[in-house]
């Protein structure tokens, strides 16, 4: 079979698997198996691929016909026009969260040796970016799960950051660096756990679950984050938070309870509630 004759061969059957792309996903994997442009390959249709070739696609077919994320067959992701290891580590790095960086990037105070907490950092995105965009500040990603704070290090080191950025594997609640930093960025766990079983199969088979599973109503890393935040941050220190579509007030109401002041919050690029945050108080 010619490239031409793979790509549609392999975009029926990922059709079949339910995916809403099937003849350009086709293509992009056998862009990563060829090792050739979306243009060399348009070239090359009737041309016959080397044998290595054919079965690497067929592997890569199969795993994405079983619905495993793109990112995890191509062994990375773009977020804020950066390129990140992803895989079963940890969420795949999505650009609804680019959002989050910006505005936290916004509230960052415009100083010398500024630092930045990534609460739950997972691949260590919002972190890295965080730090690429202000080279004069550090920033430390917090992380419990082991796995997880593995591969965010392995981002932070594949970004040339490690002097300026760090992991520390343990639980928000027992870090002891909330009074350290100038500003708390986080994407918690926020899907409610009735409807975990209805999410997408990508997230449902390859994505952690603690990275999901926000509880019963979905807030419960927001209430636990801003009690902290409240008890420990420094006065005048932003806390940044990924939210839900539907969470803006339920979160802008949380840290309100919680005593922190100028709420707000802003959407994404698709119109839905995707940030909200708050300033410690300073008395």
Excluded at 34 to 55: H, K
Excluded at 159 to 177: T, Y
């Amino acid at each position: 079979m010619t490239y031409t004759d793979l790509i549609v061969t392999a975009a029926g059957r990922l059709r079949k698997s339910g995916l809403d792309s099937p003849q350009r996903e086709a293509r992009l994997l056998m862009s990563l198996a060829s090792e050739l442009t979306t243009s060399e390959l348009i070239l090359a249709g009737d041309r016959y691929p080397a044998a290595s070739i054919a079965d690497k696609f067929e592997l890569m077919v199969s795993r994405r016909g079983a619905r495993e994320p793109f990112q995890h067959i191509a062994g990375s992701a773009s977020f804020s026009g950066l390129e990140f290891i992803s895989d079963a580590r940890a969420l795949v790095p999505r650009a609804d969260s680019e959002v989050v960086v910006e505005t936290a990037l916004r509230l960052l105070p415009d100083r010398p040796g500024v630092s930045v907490a990534d609460l739950g950092t997972g691949s260590g995105c919002l972190l890295v970016a965080m730090l690429v965009n202000r080279p004069e500040a550090r920033g430390v990603g917090v992380e419990a799960d082991p796995l997880a704070a593995s591969l965010a290090r392995e981002n932070i080191d594949r970004h040339g950051l490690g002097a300026r950025g760090s992991v520390s594997i343990q639980s928000w609640g027992d870090w002891a660096g909330w009074d350290d930093v100038d500003l708390v960025i986080s994407n918690p766990p926020y899907i409610r756990t009735g409807v975990l079983s209805t999410l997408e199969p990508e997230v449902q088979r390859h994505d952690p679950l603690a990275a999901l599973d926000g509880g019963a109503d979905g807030l419960d890393a927001y209430r636990e984050i801003a009690a902290l935040a409240r008890r420990y941050l420094k006065p005048g220190t932003p806390l940044v938070l990924e939210i839900g579509f539907d969470q803006k007030a339920d979160v802008r109401n949380i840290l309100s309870g919680a005593g922190m002041v100028n709420i707000d919050s802003c959407p994404d690029l698709s119109g839905n509630d995707r940030v909200v945050w708050a300033i410690q108080p300073r008395s």
